[in-house]
Antibody, heavy 118, light 106 residues
Framework: EVQLVESGGGLVQPGGSLRLSCAAS????????LSWVRQAPGKGLEWVAN????????YYVDSVKGRFTISRDNAKNSLYLQLNSLRAEDTAVYYC???????????WGQGTLVTVSS | AIQLTQSPSSLSASVGDRVTITCRAG??????LAWYQQQPGKAPKLLIN???NLERGVPSRFSGSGSGTDFTLTISSLQPEDFATYYC????????FGGGTKVEIK
């Protein structure tokens, strides 16, 4: 059974930083693209970033470019998201998601809440 | 980024009703579209991939159709557990989601 478990969320002040982690199990981690998707309170879904199987390619939504960094450790079956220069509008539940074939996100974690507030 | 426009944004329906949700892409995306169901407080669940392929374990009352710019999700006979919010998502380029359709009890 595929499992994705996020951690690292919390309350942070504007301008602060946070590192999210996603521990994966139940599938061959290094064979799949992985993404972070977020959902602001009461709002819709927004893709944030994704990373290729070997970590050689990374893509970001425009609103986080230069502030967020996605990475992975295939030896540890773990995905990460470094969040810097946080803004109030980054407040959201952050999900890690496994990309399926031919596309779409076929497995999701339970999410971790990031709150940016003074 | 490719914009996806879902309609309606919400609807009220009764158990047993046939429900159709549409998703229009700002440019052609072939069949690179997925549909998700999200219950309150839960992660989204993938229902349909590649516009019309039902995911394993998803009830056959769900179906998807379309290609290019216009897509539909149909629930043939609405069940109590289907009251939720539904999202479309394109994977033709960097992923984007539609704004969602909330299906409520009439």
């Amino acid at each position: 059974e595929v499992q994705l478990v996020e951690s690292g969320g919390g309350l942070v002040q504007p301008g602060g930083s946070l590192r999210l982690s996603c521990a994966a199990s139940g599938f061959t981690f290094s064979n799949h693209w992985l993404s972070w998707v977020r959902q602001a309170p009461g709002k819709g879904l927004e893709w944030v970033a994704n990373i290729k199987r070997d970590g050689s390619e990374k893509y970001y939504v425009d609103s986080v470019k230069g502030r967020f960094t996605i990475s992975r450790d295939n030896a540890k079956n773990s995905l990460y998201l470094q969040l810097n220069s946080l803004r109030a509008e980054d407040t959201a539940v952050y999900y890690c998601a496994k990309e399926g074939d031919p596309g779409g996100f076929d497995s999701w974690g339970q999410g971790t809440l990031v709150t940016v507030s003074s | 980024a490719i914009q996806l426009t879902q309609s309606p944004s919400s609807l009220s329906a009764s158990v047993g009703d046939r429900v159709t949700i549409t998703c229009r892409a700002g440019q052609g995306i072939r069949s690179s579209l997925a549909w998700y169901q999200q219950q309150p407080g839960k992660a989204p669940k993938l229902l349909i991939n590649d516009a019309s392929n039902l995911e394993r374990g998803v009830p056959s009352r769900f179906s998807g159709s379309g290609s290019g710019t216009d897509f539909t999700l149909t629930i043939s006979s609405l069940q109590p557990e289907d009251f939720a919010t539904y999202y479309c998502q394109q994977f033709y380029s960097d992923p984007t989601f539609g704004g969602g359709t909330k299906v409520e009890i009439k």
